[in-house]
Structures are given as C-alpha cells and as structure tokens.
C-alpha cells in the first residue's frame, strides 16, 4: 500500500545535504587531542546549560574524541575538534547565566571547529558576544542553530566569513533581514524557515555561491527579486508559506540547476513561465494554493517529475503532453478551473499519484489509464465525467485510493474492479451507477472505506459483504436496495459506520457488529414490527436513526443500554407506550409517531423536530451534532494472565452495588493537596453510579467525584474494546502514565493520580468541567461566544499542543477536537486525552489508520493511508478546530468536512470574509482584520500536504502575531 520513495522524494533536497557531513571520529589508537582543546571540551561539559545537574551529553571516554557528537581531525602528532553535534541535549537559556555565557565563551576557543550543531535545543537567546566577538571561530563552515527559541532580530552574521551552511530554521526571529548576511559571500546553503521575518526578501547579490535557499513559513511580502536569475548555482528554491506578490520571474526559468522550485501558499498570481519547462534538472515544482491563472504551459513535465498546481485559478484544457512524460511520479491539479477532457497519452511507469478533482472536466476516463501500473491515488471526484467505467481500471494493480465521486458517470461496475486487491478506498457516491452490487467487489479484503451512496443501485445487499474484514464505514444510502440486510452483516469486525437509509429495505433488522460506534442509519425504508432489543448491545454507537420507517410497539428499554449514544432518531413510524428513560445528553427525537408514542418526563431533551426533507443530511447533520465525540480511539488491556475476569459494568441497580475492585491505585502529582484529597475507596463508589456521568464519549466515560472533604475532581474511565490497544501489563501503564503526570502545562488536561482495575483505568484530575468548546460553540447559537473568548482558546489550544510536541518524547493526540477541549473558563482550555497515543498500537489495526484515529471532519487525509499518527497530523487536526472557531460551523454539515469547504471557498480572497462567523465578523474592524490573519494559519494548517502545514511552535507564533 505505501511506497518508500514517496516520502523520501518529497523530502525537500536541501535536507538531505543539510548540515553536517560525515567525518571520521577518530580511533583510540589516533593521536591524542592537544593538551588546550581537551581542555575547552571537559570545560565546555562542565558548562553546560542544562536544566537539570545531570547532563545528557555522553562524556564518559577518557579521550573526548570518542565523545557524543565529537569528531576530531589528525594534525601533526595531535587531533584537533573539527565537529561538534550537540542537537537535542535539553540546553537551554534559561540556565544559569554564567553558564550559558562560560558555553559560549569556550565554544569560540575551538578554533578548529568547523561543523557546530545547537539544533532542537531550548535556546531563547545566544549571547551577543558569541556574534560580535568570536574571532576563534574564523573556520567555521556549517553552523544549526534550527529549532530552538531563539527570538529577536536577525543577528550581524559578518565575524563567520567561512560559512558555507547556515541553519536557523524552526525558531521565532523576526524582523526584516538587510545586511546582516552580507560578510557570507561564501554561502552556500541558507535556511531560514518557520520564523517570523517579514519585509522584502533579502538581498541575495554577494551570495553568488547559493546553492539552496530556504526561507519558508515567515511573513516575507512584496515580489520575488528578478535578481534571483544571477544564482546559477541554485537547486533548491522554497518561497512557499509567505505573502509574497506578483508573478513568478522569468528568470527563475533560466537557473540551469533547479531541481527544486516551491511557491505554495503565497499570493503570487500572473501566468506561469513557460520557460521553466526548459530546466533539465527540474524535478519537483509546486505553486499550489495562489491565484494563478490562465492555462498550464505546454511541456512543463518535460522534466518535472513532481506537479502540483492544485488550488489556483488555471483554466482551459490540460495540455495534451501533460500527463505523458515517462518521469512523472505525482500529478495534482485539484480545485482549477480546467475543462475539456482528460488526455489519454499516459506513458509513465512511476506514476503513482494522480489528482484532478474539483474541476469541470467532462468527457470519458480514458481506458488508457490501465497503462499507469504504479498508480496508487487516483482522484477525479467532483468534475463533469460522464463515462462508464472500464474494464481496464482492473489493470491499476495497485491501487490504494479511487475516488471517482459527484461526477455523472453511469452504467454497472465491471467486474475487473475485483482485480484491485490493495485497495483501501473506494469513493463512487453521487454518480448515476445501475445495476448490482458486483460479487467481487467483496473481494477487496484491504478495503476500509466503501461509499457507493446517492447513485441508483438496485438489487439485494449480498451476504458475501461480510467478507470485507477490514471495512469501517459503508454508506450505501439513497439507492434502490430492495430486500433485507443479510444477517452476515453482523460478522464485520471492523464496521464502525453503517448507512442505509433512503432505500427499500425491509424484513427484520438483523444483529449488528458490536464494533459499529459512529452511527447507524436505517430511515427511509420499509422496516416494521418491534425495534430488535438486541440494538441496545450497540454501546458505542453514537447516532441511531430509525426514523421514516413503519416500527410498531414500545420502544425497548435496553436501548438505554447504548452508552455512547447521542442522538436517537424515531420519528414517523407508529410506536406506542412510554419512551424509557435516557441519560440527559442524548437527543431524542419522536415526532410524527402514530402509534401514540409518549414522552417520560425524565426525558427532557427530547425534541419535536418536523419531517426532514433529506434523509441524508439528516444523518449528517445528525453525526456533526455529535462530531467530536466520536473519537475512534481505544484501550485495552492485555490480561496479566490466562485468566477470565468479570467485567465490572457501568450502570448498578443500587448505588455503589457495582464498585470495581481496585488492583493498584496510585498517586501522580507531588502536591499534598491532592494527596491529601483524593481518595480512591470513594473514587470507585462513585464511578459504579451512572448518575454521576457529565460526559460521555466512544471510549471514554467522565464523571464528577466529591471527595470526603468536599474537593471537586473529573474521573475518567477508558472503555476499551479493541486488541490493537493492548498492553502488556498495568505496570507498563502505570510508567506511562507517571510520565504524562510529570508534565506541567495550564492548558492540557495532566493526570493526578490513577486506580487500575482488572479489566478497567480510572484516571483522576482536577474538575474544571464548565463544557467543551463544542458545547459552547454549537449548542447555544443564539448565544455566540465572543471574539475574545475564541481568540484566547485558540492560543491556548496551541500553546498546550506546542508543549506537548516539544517534549523530548513528544506527545501526539489520537483525537483532537472541540468536544477533547475542555474549558476551565471561557478562556481557559485544555486538551484531554493526552494519554491515548501512548498507549495505542497501530500497527495491529485491521484497517487504515483512519479508522481508529480521529473524528470524523478532524482526521488528516493522510492517514487514510498510512499507520502513523504524526505531528503534521495533530497541526491538520487543529486548524480544522480554528476553522471551527472562525466560522461557527462544526466540523462536518451538509455532507461536506469544514476544512475541504473552507480551502475551496478561500482560494480567491475576497471570497475568504464570507467564511467566517458573521455574528462575531461585524463586530469591528479590528475584529475583521485578526479573523482574515488568523484564517490563513487555519488554512496552512489544514493544507492538504503534511510537508507544507506550519509547526505547532510556528503555528502559535503566527497565531500570537495576528493582527
């Protein structure tokens, strides 16, 4: 499913030779270090600006060429230090200032250094000195200052004339860059990305020597210098991430060495050169996300091996050659204006991604595309395609992802879609398909998503669907199916979402896979007699619509069973007798019920809403009122032996009869009061009543614990159900969770203690539950939170994402969203579920990783195909909760993800203010200006490319410099 060389292609080059070359450390049998350098070094470990006395930097070999990151040269009858790798060692600035400036100081007496790296440090500041005074370091040729904290301007680099290498990407400088690289006329390779410089881009006239250029993710403005041309030298160019202007200099097209040329993100627009077509050595180019406009020049794959040119405003045809170079490797061209028909001339071999989707292209798919026997992304969902498809997509061997969707296509599925045995993702919905379900089609044993929904399928729903072990949401709605659900649907492990509504199914509702846990959907058919009672053993689904169908009698009582559920669907159908009584946060709705169906006053939240127009966005709409509790994350414990335990439930018919039986219960936090408050007896007689419950998710249930002494804590029990959380004891848990507890950060939720069961984890913090920024966002519009309120909840959000991912281990979400968002006050959140990463195993999933990681509006595309929750992921997550915070809406309506509505609607402009939340929009025009500064990190951060979203630290400064 995943190929090796995409990852490592897209890699920007300029990293692959950044910064430090090999260099031989020397043997034992080398000549000793002289008597003064060996000196400096134990000088330099006992100044060390650590934050603890024991320092990481491995120096226990008596001879300090053998030392961590130490590499020595032989000079005469003596080694001298030529490298010194001290990345990711926990120094800091923040130490004791003589040591800080002793480092330093010392650092400049190793006049042989050549090779110095401080990277992933803590840095906030260098000493001036180190700058302006240290002549010792005339021979440096490659110095890594990258990700630290360093802020401020830019400092007079003029002292290091040896510099070839400079690294000080991923930090918080600022300000314009004038002459201070001016004394670099040896550079070669400058790195200046994720910072906050703004102005012009610098001059670059005494850098004759540049061969890569990086000045990514800051704030530069105005045009790309037509300067830039004299560079002969330059392979890599990446302006992308900054507000630059204009058009793309001719000039560029004349670098006889470019391989590298990235412009996304910016708001460069004009037409693109038709000269860059000529470099030989152009392997990847990429203008994604600006305003260009007229038509994609002829040829400019010639050489090009990486394209993308989606999100911008190109029109006409898609040259005829386009897609015909033998070296294509990615094609994306998605959300343009381009029409006509999809050339048919495919000749590549490596061709494994290939998108034009969102644009107005009509015609046929051509049966040449069996050709591309690489392909693995094929995406041409949302054009004017108006063909079959043929026979020849069978040949497409390793196809993983096929979206096809909202187009007019029509005609039967062929068999030969059987042939594509790696798929994962099938997307055909909202198309004219006819006909049956082909058999071989529950071939794919590796499908994970199968979405056939809105065409005009007909026929039974086979038996053999069980066969599809891996899948988690099928959505066959609005078709023709006739007939009754097979009962083999109840032996799909995996299925986490079930939609069939709007067809003509009728018979009895068969047992359902225990795994479903987002929704299921069966309105608009022909159902009747009893509701199963069986349905109650669905704990973890979240929305169940059984609306518009002919259900008689009482509604079961062991629906009440459905712990996770939030929304209950049974309007218009003839049930009688009275509605059992649920927990106050589900929804209920049972209107248009003949029957005579009558509401227990215990149900408040019950609603009388009117008949839906639309089944379908019914159940949309149903799934974005409960979005972000749909966390498809969970935990299980292996046993610490062959034995078979008793599942401790959580509902009791008498308080406290159900009290789990504590196995280890044990303290996190070093604070006495806490200590003192906390106990875990009365902890567990709480948590065996259900009505202490105050919030419910898929795997997760809260509750509010009033200690003796009358302190107030949130208890969270993991409900987990899935043998890919196993573990391999309490006590590797326990050690995971100790260290999550030593963290110490206002805006994430840390765990203070936690009591570990047979089969269950209780995690204790402190009760600052006043709602979740979903309820507050979603629940009461009529109540908009203010401008304010959003502003500080989402620097707060990524000040504790930040620190989360600045750990030495970083710490990743599974699922982060609104409803993960608590709030201590309006002001104040903080990030739960801090633990689960930790503790889960992908790997073990039987299905994509999407299926198991997320909510659904929320979930990187990325993880559709791979098994590994990444940084970029969480930063995708988050601005799809800044996008949430801007414009009002929830992560999914309308059968649309927020984040794909808010990129097609921002490609131009003047397009972005109707976005955003009209309530809080026209508040002022100083409210107006931070909203458009703080839409475009959301839009970075949700880009579609994991390689080009900002940090967490970037994004939080960007986030602070809104205005």
């Not at 070359?21 to 002289?34: E, V």
């Not at 250029?213 to 704030?219: D, E, G, K």
């Not at 007229?294 to 040119?309: E, F, H, S």
């Not at 071989?440 to 929904?453: A, K, P, T």
């Amino acid at each position: 499913m995943e190929r090796c060389c995409d990852d490592a292609f897209f890699l920007p080059l300029f990293f692959l030779s950044l910064f430090f070359f090999s260099l031989p450390i020397s043997a034992r049998d080398s000549p000793p270090l002289n008597n003064t350098q060996e000196e400096i070094l134990v000088s330099l470990s006992k100044n060390l600006p650590s934050s603890t006395s024991n320092a990481k930097w491995n120096t226990s070999d008596p001879n300090p060429c053998l030392w961590q990151g130490v590499g020595c040269s032989t000079s005469a009858n003596s080694s001298v230090v030529t490298k010194l790798d001290l990345s990711g060692l926990g120094l800091y600035s923040g130490a004791n200032a003589s040591s800080v400036a002793g480092f330093f100081h010392h650092l400049c007496r190793l006049d042989s250094l050549e090779f110095l790296d401080l990277s992933r440090n803590a840095f906030g500041g260098i000493p001036a000195s180190f700058f302006s005074n240290c002549s010792g370091l005339h021979g440096l040729k490659s110095l890594n200052l990258s990700s630290n904290r360093l802020a401020g301007a830019l400092w007079d680099l003029s002292d290091f004339t040896s510099l070839d290498t400079l690294d000080l990407s991923f930090n918080a400088l600022q300000g314009p860059i004038n002459s201070q690289l001016d004394g670099l006329s040896g550079l070669k390779r400058l790195n200046l990305s994720y910072n906050l410089f703004n102005g012009t881009m610098p001059g670059l006239g005494k850098h004759q020597e540049l061969e890569g250029l990086v000045l990514s993710t800051n704030r530069f403005s105005g045009s790309i210098p037509n300067e830039i041309g004299h560079h002969r030298n330059l392979t890599l160019l990446d302006l992308s991430q900054n507000y630059l202007s204009g058009g793309i200099p001719s000039e560029i097209g004349e670098l006889p060495k470019l391989q590298t040329l990235l412009l996304s993100s910016n708001k460069l627009g004009g037409l693109i050169p038709g000269n860059l077509s000529m470099i030989k050595t152009l392997s990847r180019f990429a203008a994604n996300q600006n305003n260009f406009t007229g038509k994609i020049p002829p040829g400019i794959t010639r050489y090009v091996r990486v394209l993308d040119l989606s999100y911008n405003q190109l029109g006409g045809m898609i040259p005829s050659g386009l897609l015909s170079s033998p070296n294509l490797v990615s094609v994306d061209l998605t959300h343009n204006n381009l029409e006509g028909s999809i050339p048919d001339n495919f000749l590549s071999q490596n061709l494994f991604r290939l998108r034009l989707g969102e644009n107005s292209l009509a015609g046929s798919i051509p049966q040449t595309i069996g050709r591309l026997s690489s392909l693995s992304y094929l995406e041409l969902n949302d054009n004017k395609l108006d063909s079959k498809i043929h026979p020849e997509f069978g040949l497409c061997k390793n196809l993983t992802l096929l979206n096809l969707a909202s187009n007019s296509l029509q005609g039967s599925l062929p068999e030969e879609l059987g042939s594509l045995q790696k798929l994962v993702v099938l997307k055909l919905q909202t198309n004219n398909f006819t006909g049956q379900i082909p058999d071989v089609l529950f071939r794919l044993v590796n499908l994970s998503q199968l979405n056939l929904s809105s065409n005009s399928f007909s026929g039974v729903i086979p038996s053999t669907i069980s066969n599809l072990k891996k899948l988690s949401n099928l959505n066959l709605q609005n078709n023709d199916f006739n007939g009754s659900i097979p009962d083999t649907i109840g032996s799909m492990p995996s299925l986490l979402e079930l939609q069939l509504g709007n067809n003509k199914l009728g018979g009895p509702v068969p047992r359902m896979p225990v795994s479903l846990g987002i929704a299921l959907n069966l309105s608009n058919n022909f159902f009747n007699g009893s509701i199963p009672s069986y349905l109650g053993y669905l704990k973890d689904v979240e929305v169940l619509d059984l609306s518009n169908n002919s259900f008689t009698g009482e509604v079961p009582n062991s629906l009440t069973n459905m712990k996770s559920l939030t929304l209950l669907d049974l309007s218009n159908n003839q049930l009688s007798g009275s509605l059992p009584i649920f927990s106050r946060y589900v929804t209920i709705i049972t209107s248009g019920n003949m029957g005579g169906l009558l509401n227990s006053s215990n149900n408040s939240n019950t609603g009388s809403y009117s008949k839906r127009k639309s089944p379908f966005l019914a159940i949309i709409l149903s799934i974005a009122g409960a979005i972000a509790g749909l966390s498809f994350v969970a935990l299980v414990f292996r046993h610490v032996s062959s034995k078979r335990f008793y599942r401790v439930e959580d509902e009791g018919s008498q308080y406290g009869e159900n009290t789990p039986h504590i196995v280890n219960g044990c303290f996190i936090t070093a604070h006495s009061i806490h200590r003192s408050s906390i106990d875990f007896c009365k902890t567990m007689e709480v948590v065996g009543n259900p009505g202490h419950i105050i919030l419910k998710t898929r795997f997760s249930t809260y509750y509010k614990v009033v200690m003796p002494n009358g302190a107030s804590y949130t208890v969270k029990k993991l409900n987990w159900t899935d043998k890919i959380f196993q573990l391999g004891s309490h006590e590797r848990f326990g050690r995971e969770l100790e260290t999550l507890g030593k963290l110490s950060n206002t805006n994430i939720m840390v765990p203070l203690a936690y009591v570990l069961t047979e089969d269950s984890a209780y995690l204790l913090y402190e009760h600052v539950h006043k709602g979740t920024v979903f309820d507050f966002l979603h629940k009461d519009p009529e109540n908009a939170l203010d401008w304010p309120s959003r502003y500080s909840i989402m620097l707060g959000v990524a000040q504790g994402l930040t620190f989360l991912h600045g750990c030495t281990q970083p710490v990743l979400l599974l699922d982060l969203s609104t409803k993960s968002i608590r709030l201590k006050s309006l002001k104040e959140p903080q990030v739960g579920d801090i633990e689960l990463c930790k503790v889960i195993d992908p790997s073990k999933s039987t299905g994509s990783l999407s299926t198991i990681a997320g909510s659904v509006g929320y979930i990187p595309p990325e993880y559709a195909y791979t098994m590994k929750v990444t940084m970029a992921g969480n930063v995708y997550s988050f601005g799809v909760v800044l996008l949430e915070l801007l414009t009002g809406k929830p992560a999914v309506s309308d059968g649309l993800e927020l984040a794909q509505w808010a990129l097609s609607c921002s490609v131009r402009s003047k397009e972005r203010e109707p976005i955003l939340d009209s309530r809080i929009f026209r508040t002022s025009l100083a409210v107006r200006s931070q909203m458009l500064s703080v839409l475009k990190v959301a839009l970075a951060c949700v880009n579609v490319s994991p390689e080009a979203r900002p940090n967490m630290r970037n994004a939080l400064r960007m986030l602070f410099n809104a205005k």
